[in-house]
């Protein structure tokens, strides 16, 4: 409750207004897969019986599993993997020519 009341304020500082919704229109007319008493608890009965070889049987897209490794190991320099490996610094000289505008040419150093 203390984080809320500090945020809150913090949002009136910075210039934000805001409305705390305590209701929401139409929310009692929605159609809830579990909307009941009884089927809400039966759903809490099933997930209080189930083990951990039932959560292993489960199949969860992008879960690392225990003994599987997703590591891919390269050989090779980290400046080749980042593409160090194509550029190349040149420095310029200032003492080449190159054509400068006239009008600069007054204010050169």
Do not use: C, W
Not at 18 to 33: D, H, M, Q, S, Y
Not at 72 to 89: E, I, K, L, P
Not at 97 to 105: A, M, Y
């Amino acid at each position: 409750m203390f984080y809320s009341m500090k945020r809150q304020s913090f949002l009136v500082n910075q210039g934000y207004s805001f409305k705390v919704i305590t209701k929401l229109a139409g929310i009692e007319e929605e159609n809830l897969k579990y909307s009941t008493k009884s089927e809400q608890q039966a759903l809490l009965q099933q997930v209080m019986a189930a083990t951990d070889a039932d959560a292993e049987e489960e199949n969860v897209a992008g879960e690392v599993r225990p003994g599987s490794s997703q590591v891919n190991r390269r050989t090779g320099a980290m400046s080749s993997m980042s593409g160090g490996d194509d550029q190349v610094y040149m420095p310029y000289s200032k003492s080449g020519k190159t054509k400068v505008h006239p009008l600069f040419k007054k204010y050169r150093l």
